[in-house]
């Protein structure tokens, strides 16, 4: 058998039905292969696109997905989608052209050291030296990306060797001696951890991305316990919003009464959050009473940047069933919190998620999601761009189930919003998929429209257009004495035209009487749409945590 | 804490936690590695990426075929290695990690030192220091001699400090190897 065909071979025993890539010189064996071999093939227009595609598809199915590039400006284009999977731990496998294994290292035509541009920000990546390794490396790049905490990983195929016959033989099992993931949490921690939530007196579940998979568990504990839960960016969705125990989401922009709760615990059960800057602010204040119970797969974010006291190792959804078991074990009185909660529907009370309403016809971007929200009767996959409309879907959207909310939280890719939602809405045709965008981030890979129109793909575009780069603009209005540098838009396309140009449909609106029937005559239209929303140009994203102060210092 | 309804099931003023602190000596780390292209920049990079600097590194075969051991040095004074041990943990390719106890461990270097002779008496002086560090003379020229010397990296330093006055024309070193003691495997 061709070696490329072993290659469909192993997708299609790893459940792939659908992959994103582009090709070119080095991997034509690879592409002659997807010609019959009756897998999808999304042929996106930039390789890039194809990367945060794959991200997308994997983050709304929770599957492993895969991104195809050639060699040289192919694998390159494919290192900020690497990179920000990496960030996100999203389970993808690339798999790259390389030139003929007599070129290597001469500066081939279209040669890129793939491997060493890559390896910083893969989980593992393999070079394939010899054929008949294809269908071994290629079942273990998926389970490395599949297992533990997920993560992207590289095949990189010298094109002569892809080329090649090989024997063929279904690889069903996968060893690796030196990877094996911590699974079930150690007992005698997850026992010390429900004693510690039992004496707690001002407890908080601080969610992150780690406990999506974990969603039931982690509202099943803080149900029966009543405890406050706030999430991080990527953990929007694994406690559903509203309800009345959630604090909305902690950090930068986050709620009041989050970063206040975090800020007065007395311990903290952080899960599958990594503590991140976005998250702590000035970490020497970050929740000073709190003793922290860490629960994470992956063991080198424990003590990483608050020291643990109660460290637990393995997948959150199976420690969070033993909590559950050990917590409802010791029978303590819900009531014990009673003050605490009294304490945060104080903030809550005091200080909700706010905007000042307009009196005329002018937009405010908040309304905007809030329109958004309404019209899907917030039951969209929503993907989000970089930036404040970022940050207005993270507040104003309610996400009330796990991988709803598809964003680039870590690296923050402008440019994620749009090819992620083709990925996602290939990997949930049934969901209304939703891209929330700026006029600014759009235009970092506009061109996967025409992925969209091509392959009708129904993606609804709502861009949030102020004409500015609005979180730089917002930075340089508060910490560079409103010193705009750089950051008009001046030179925008009319994005109706655009919309008509790719063969999608565009709306336009900037009249706030306009708003809810515009949305709603774009998500009643079918194929991708583009919807340019003109809202207030010089609106900041409040409350905010300053760059290097507590988490209690909010302003806004 | 004690009132009704709850029970005291532990304090959570005495919890502690393990910190990612400063060890303030040497850590000498043995890793079993896969003997496989790219290993060494992979582990190199988690190094490079948080502005460790490795004072010494060595790699070689082990009993196995399919096996390398890379002996790696870094100053736990300057570098909180407890992070950096994980992130090598984490690698694929990387089987084991021991971060060597000093009292349980025999470590050996050895190096080459070219020192510079100008006549018989100094060639004399140096037989005589390399005699007493149980050295050998591996190379003689009229001018030159060439000292092999292994140990501990006290003893190397020590017999760097005895040669230095003649004229240290170059001196290369292995940088360490460690082997746990008793029966145990490192």
Not at chain 1, 336 to 362: A, C, F, M, N, V
Request: aromatic letters at 6%; charged letters at 25%.
């Amino acid at each position: 058998m061709r070696a490329v065909d072993a290659i469909m071979e192993c997708l299609k025993a790893e459940g792939v039905d659908t992959v994103f890539g582009y090709p070119g010189g080095a991997n034509m064996p690879t592409y002659d292969a997807f010609y019959d071999a009756g897998i999808r093939h999304i042929l996106v227009r930039h390789e890039q696109g194809g990367g945060h595609a794959a991200e997308g598809y994997a983050k709304a199915t929770g599957k492993v997905a895969v991104a195809l590039g050639t060699s040289g400006p192919g694998a390159t284009n494919l290192v900020t989608a690497i990179v920000d999977a990496m960030m996100d731990s999203v389970p993808v496998v690339f798999i790259t052209g390389q030139v003929k294994t007599e070129l290597l290292g001469t500066d081939g035509f279209q040669e890129a050291d793939t491997m060493g541009i890559t390896m910083p920000a893969v989980k593992h990546s393999w070079m394939i030296t010899d054929p008949r390794e294809i269908p071994r490396v290629l079942h273990e790049a998926f389970h490395v990306a599949r297992t533990g905490r997920p993560g992207p990983v590289v095949v990189d195929i010298p094109t002569d060797l892809s080329r090649m016959d090989i024997p063929y033989e279904p690889v069903n099992d996968v060893h690796l001696p030196g990877y094996q993931p911590t699974v079930e949490g150690n007992a005698k921690q997850i026992k010390q951890a429900a004693k510690a939530l039992a004496s707690a007196r001002r407890p908080v579940i601080y969610a992150g991305g780690g406990s999506l998979n974990a969603s039931e568990e982690l509202t099943a504990l803080a149900r029966f316990g009543r405890f406050p839960v706030t999430c991080t960016l990527n953990g929007l969705g694994s406690f559903p919003a509203p309800d009345e125990q959630w604090l909305g989401m902690l950090g930068m922009h986050g709620t009041r009464s989050a970063n206040y709760a975090m800020d007065e615990a007395d311990l903290i059960c952080a899960i599958g959050a990594r503590f991140d800057d976005r998250v702590t602010g000035k970490l020497s204040e970050f929740a000073p009473r709190a003793k922290f119970i860490h629960i994470d797969i992956d063991p080198a974010e424990i003590s990483k940047n608050i020291p643990a006291h109660i460290p637990i190792v393995g997948d959150a959804k199976k420690i969070l069933a033993k909590l559950n078991a050990e917590y409802r074990a010791l029978e303590v009185d819900a009531a014990r919190l009673e003050d605490w909660w009294s304490r945060i529907k104080g903030w809550q009370e005091k200080h909700p998620l706010r905007y000042d309403e307009t009196e005329g016809e002018e937009i405010k971007p908040q309304a905007a999601i809030e329109a958004i929200y309404a019209a899907t009767n917030g039951d969209a996959i929503v993907t989000s761009d970089v930036g404040q409309h970022q940050m207005w879907a993270a507040q104003f959207y309610h996400f009330n189930r796990p991988r709803q909310w598809i964003n680039s939280g870590g690296l923050g890719t402008m440019g994620f919003g749009l090819p992620a939602a083709l990925g996602a809405a290939v990997g949930c045709p049934d969901k209304t998929v939703v891209c929330v965008t700026g006029d600014g981030s759009i235009q970092m890979n506009a061109q996967e429209f025409a992925t969209c129109a091509d392959n009708g793909i129904p993606v609804k575009t709502f861009i949030l257009n102020n004409g500015y780069l609005g979180m730089v603009r917002q930075w340089q209005e508060l910490f560079w004495e409103r010193r705009y540098s750089e950051v008009t838009l001046g030179g925008n396309p009319d994005f109706v035209k655009l919309a008509d140009a790719y063969g999608c449909t565009g709306f336009r609106v900037s009249e706030k009487s306009q708003l809810a029937d515009t949305i709603k005559a774009a998500l009643e239209t079918e194929g991708p749409v583009i919807v340019d929303i003109r809202v207030t140009a010089e609106e900041n994203v409040y409350p905010m945590v300053a760059p290097g102060a507590a988490a209690r210092d909010m302003v806004g | 804490m004690g009132e009704p309804g709850t029970k005291e099931l532990l304090s959570l003023e005495d919890l502690e936690a393990s910190a990612s602190l400063r060890s303030g000596r040497k850590h000498v780390l043995s890793i079993l590695v896969e003997n496989k292209p790219g290993v060494l920049t992979r582990i190199a990079g988690l190094f490079a990426r948080r502005g460790f600097n490795i004072d010494t590194l060595s790699v070689g075969p082990t009993d196995e075929d399919q096996l390398s051991r890379i002996t790696l040095t870094v100053d736990g004074a300057m570098h909180p290695i407890d992070q950096v041990t994980k992130q090598l943990h984490k690698l694929i390719n990387v089987l084991k990690i021991r971060d060597l106890e000093p009292s349980e461990t025999v470590t050996r270097e050895l190096a080459l030192f070219k020192v510079a002779i100008n006549d018989g008496h100094q060639r004399a002086e140096v037989m005589q220091v390399t005699e007493i560090f149980r050295g050998k003379v591996v190379d003689v020229t009229k001018r030159s001699m060439i000292v092999e010397v292994t140990g501990t990296r006290d003893k190397i330093e020590a017999f760097e400090q005895m040669v230095r006055p003649f004229g240290l024309i170059e001196m290369m070193r292995t940088g360490e190897i460690a082997i746990s003691r008793g029966r145990g495997e490192t």
